[in-house]
């Protein structure tokens, strides 16, 4: 009896090993089917308010709508990899999934870039209509296929801030020989404008301009520039955010789990996404007034708005930028076009259908 309750174990075993192969190779079993146990990394530190703290949200939301069947557990930056590596880690299956922004990843995909900002380009709403009803997420899917990745169109922000100053830029000399830490396509354009560039973590952030290796910094949002203090050693703060007017964010999942789900948990997904959306934009336009407002009365920074001739500069830069990237990539130029395309189509709605900004500073009075 004892041999056979033995000889029982081991098929037991062997069967049980058989499954867990059968799950972690991706075929969609019916166990694979019924529960999801992925990682997901993070590109930004899940604290940062608005920019990153819609990821746990949206993992809360998969497990709700899948009654705790799919669990996405968030991993902050270098507990799996690096931010900056989430797009490989994601592509080559080091990690299940990762919620970043597009854009780490210019080198090896350009028109991540333009998925991530746009200088000059789509504000938050009109992001989301792009990628939502304008067939931008389409359009991603397939550029990004090739990498084994399924991104989905997962938060939009407000615009960020054109950057921290030790002194105001009041005109286009200040610019020429400035120390800034600037990335993405809006570091390009600040290199043409003969500003010497330099990449940094926002770790690094802090020392680097308390110390003077950096004039200025952009990084995020007046939330998140307020979590990293760096109020405390540069007292202007420049307006607008030519160079981001929306920071857009993505869940990547690697292709190969995603096609392993039913139709069902691939809806989830989508549908959990969807809402990070709607929840990013709307934490991130409920909290940047109060934050700008602290700014100016308890921490004595000055919010300065740039000169329209260091704008108009910016924007003639920025048209070179894109102009030398849609001539080196095919899929850079798609999206640029479709991007501008659109911009150029909702620009009488853009300027008419609004009430005019400053008409809102009536309402004070």
């Given at each position: 009896m004892q041999n056979s309750f033995k000889k029982l174990g081991k098929v037991a075993g062997v069967a049980a090993i058989a499954s867990a192969f059968v799950v972690s190779a991706g075929?969609?079993?019916?166990?694979?089917?019924?529960?999801?146990?992925?990682?997901?990394?993070?590109g930004f530190p899940s604290t940062l308010k608005a920019l990153a703290d819609t990821a746990p949200w949206v993992a809360e939301q998969v497990s709700v709508m899948s009654d705790g069947k799919m669990t996405l557990q968030v991993f902050e930056p270098g507990k799996l990899v690096k931010g900056t590596e989430v797009f490989e880690a994601v592509s080559q299956g080091k990690a299940d999934s990762g919620y970043v922004w597009a854009g780490y990843e210019i080198g090896s995909v350009p028109s991540s870039a333009l998925f991530g900002a746009q200088p000059f380009g789509l504000e938050p709403a009109e992001m989301a209509a792009f990628m939502m009803e304008r067939g931008g997420q389409e359009m991603m899917e397939e550029i990004y296929a090739p990498h084994n990745i399924?991104?989905?169109?997962?938060?939009?922000?407000?615009?960020?801030?054109?950057?921290?100053?030790?002194?105001?830029?009041?005109n286009l000399s200040q610019v020429k020989g400035l120390k800034i830490r600037f990335?993405?396509?809006?570091?390009?354009?600040?290199?043409?404008?003969?500003?010497?560039?330099?990449?940094?973590?926002?770790?690094?952030?802090?020392?680097a301009l308390e110390k003077g290796v950096i004039d200025a910094t952009e990084f995020s949002l007046p939330t998140v520039d307020e979590q990293l203090g760096f109020y405390k050693v540069a007292k202007y703060y420049h307006l607008p955010g030519w160079h981001q007017p929306s920071t857009n964010q993505y869940l990547y999942i690697n292709k190969g789990k995603f096609d392993a789900l039913s139709k069902q948990q691939q809806g989830i997904l989508r549908t959990a996404c969807s809402a990070g959306v709607a929840k990013s934009l709307a934490r991130s336009e409920a909290l940047q007034g109060g934050t700008l407002k602290k700014f100016q009365d308890e921490h004595g920074v000055t919010a300065v708005k740039l000169p329209d001739d260091v704008l108009r500069e910016l924007k003639v830069?920025?048209?070179?930028?894109?102009?030398?990237?849609?001539?080196?990539?095919?899929?850079?130029?798609?999206?640029?076009?479709a991007m501008k395309a659109y911009m150029v189509e909702n620009q009488q709605w853009r300027e008419l259908g609004y009430l005019p900004r400053t008409f809102h500073s009536s309402i004070s009075n």
């Open positions: 075929v969609p079993s019916a166990d694979a089917q019924e529960r999801v146990r992925w990682q997901m990394t993070m399924v991104p989905l169109f997962c938060g939009t922000i407000s615009p960020e801030a054109a950057g921290w100053f030790r002194f105001p830029i009041e990335a993405g396509l809006g570091g390009e354009v600040m290199q043409k404008m003969g500003a010497s560039v330099v990449l940094l973590s926002g770790s690094e952030l802090f020392e830069k920025t048209d070179e930028v894109m102009a030398e990237y849609s001539a080196k990539d095919a899929n850079f130029k798609k999206v640029w076009d």
